[in-house]
């Protein structure tokens, strides 16, 4: 036998996993089944080792489904009223990344995006090799973080640029804000464009009239939604809706997918799909009246928290930023004196309380459906308590006097820019360069430099503001931000 080099006898993530689940914490986080209590009864009683399986004869086959898998992802399209509905099991960037590379497949493609979209739209951009046209989001004041585009600012992008052959919209954004979808629809099919919708937030959205519509109601052509947020499946567990009319051609979206997702797929997340479908179609009103319910008594309990604010109405109704989702409770620290991220902290380390995200100002609490009343009043005596606690304190990486740089040149591609010789070089020292990483800053969450792009002066000078006030970076190889990576012409 082969000597093994280590120690072997032990599990860390087993081991961390169990841990955290011992502490028994109570969970504002995605996955929205909330530990197991919002998951299906019958995914909850089910050996789920047995039913970890493959395609076996009876179970399907996900990549050409004519059976028990096509019978489900049609139930789900009708929930929806969409023509069709795949399973994904690759979470929503697999669906992304299918959607851009099946709507931008001409070489000289263009797609029309805001500056704030997920990560995972990089991927489909290398994969594509579709040229990016962005569109500035809207930023929310008093909270800071981006929400959606302009119609005039998407009229003017698609006016002075004909190769584009999508729109990508972001719907809610993660603070679960939106723009005015319909807007932009009305506007895309003027030029006989598809609009695409990252709805990985908002896949509840259609089960109550309390909240948005939409993306598919709004007239989106298509949609990706990550159940596992909001839904009640299994964490990686999506479905991508394509909308009536046929902007969105079904056979290249369905030829890509073959390519990106495992030719392995997971049983129990597709389960997990199936049974969401069935739960939000039988309970989903009546669990997300609840829902709302307690998160409205949340937000005006926490408005009479001293130097606490949460997102309501009042700070909405501007282009960009028309409505909101109250299940999704953003509080500001700004005026206490506290980060939203030692807020998180102190959540978790002093209530066992764990948020969904933090920013320099705000934490993001998710209330899934079937959520617990108590567990929210729980959530808001912490909060009461960390506002006695820390009030006056200075503010954790006081913020800096951050103003976004204008968007840079964009020289190539991000396909380009992946795929060509790369080397680091000091942040301080890469004017002039071209970037071969996005780098972006939260808050506001928009990319300040994309592949592609030029490194001017001003991006320099923003990035190191923020670097040495201690705001999060994402993207970079260099999470410091001491180097980027550049193209190495």
């Known amino acids: 036998m082969r000597t093994l080099s280590g120690d ?3 599990m860390p993530i087993v081991a961390a996993l169990d841990n955290f689940s011992q502490k028994k914490p109570l969970r504002f986080h995605v996955p929205g089944h909330g530990g197991g209590q919002a998951l299906h009864p ?3 009683k089910a050996n789920l080792p047995s039913w970890d399986v493959t395609e076996l004869d009876g179970l399907d086959d996900l990549h050409n489904p004519s059976g028990v898998i096509e019978l489900a992802q049609k139930k789900a399209a009708g929930l929806y009223g969409a023509r ?10 697999v669906g992304i990344q299918a959607l851009i590379a099946a709507a931008c497949c001409e070489p000289d493609s263009a797609i029309a995006l805001p500056r704030n979209v997920h990560r995972s739209v990089l991927g489909g951009l290398v994969f594509s090799g579709a040229r990016p046209v962005f569109i500035e989001p809207q930023l929310v004041p008093g909270f800071d973080f981006a929400a959606g585009f302009t119609g005039a600012a998407l009229k003017q992008v698609l006016q002075a640029v004909p190769e584009i ?3 990508l919209a972001v719907h809610p954004c993660y603070y679960g804000v ?3 979808l319909a807007e932009a629809a009305e506007i895309c099919h003027r030029y006989n464009i598809p609009l695409l919708a990252d709805e990985a937030h908002g896949t509840h959205l259609r089960f109550s009239p309390h909240l948005p519509p939409d993306a598919l109601e709004q ?3 298509a949609t990706v939604q ?3 947020k909001t839904g009640g499946a299994l964490t990686q567990a999506s479905w991508l809706h394509l909308a009536e009319g046929g902007r969105v051609d079904r056979k290249k979206v369905a030829g890509v997918l073959r390519l990106l997702q495992s030719s392995s797929p997971s049983y129990l997340l597709m389960a997990s799909l199936d049974a969401a479908r069935q739960q939000l179609a039988l309970c989903g009103r009546a669990s997300l009246d609840a829902a709302l319910d307690t998160a409205l008594e949340a937000a005006r309990a926490i408005k009479a928290i001293p130097g606490l604010t949460v997102l309501g109405p009042e700070h909405l109704a501007r282009p960009g930023a028309v409505d909101y989702d109250p299940t999704r409770l953003v509080v500001s620290f700004r005026e206490l004196g506290l980060s939203g991220y030692e807020a998180s902290r102190l959540l978790a380390e002093e209530y066992n309380i764990y ?8 934490i993001v609490a998710v209330l899934p459906i079937g959520v617990n009343r108590e567990e929210v009043g729980a959530l808001v005596h912490a909060l009461a308590g960390i506002s006695g606690q820390v009030r006056g304190a200075a503010l954790k990486g006081d913020s800096p006097p951050l103003t976004m740089p204008q968007l840079p040149p964009q020289i190539m591609t991000p396909r380009l820019a992946w795929l060509a010789r790369k080397r680091q070089v000091r942040l301080e020292t890469s004017a002039g360069l071209v970037s071969a990483e996005a780098v972006a800053v939260q808050p506001p969450g928009i990319a300040v430099i994309y592949p592609g792009e030029e490194i001017t002066p001003a991006i320099i000078e923003y990035l190191m503001v923020a670097r040495d006030h201690g705001l999060q970076l994402h993207g970079a190889a260099d999470p410091r931000l001491g180097t980027i990576e550049v193209v190495d012409c």
């Not at 069709?84 to 960037?93: E, S, V």
């Not at 948020?355 to 705000?362: F, P, R, T």
Request: no cysteine; glycine share 8%; net charge negative.
């Open 8 to 10: 072997h006898t032990e």
């Open 42 to 44: 019958a995914m909850r």
């Open 84 to 93: 069709h509905t795949f399973f994904l099991i690759n979470g929503t960037t």
């Open 165 to 167: 052959a999508a729109v």
């Open 178 to 180: 939106v723009g005015n």
């Open 219 to 221: 007239g989106a052509d």
């Open 226 to 228: 990550s159940v596992h």
């Open 355 to 362: 948020v969904e995200m933090a920013d320099i100002y705000n």
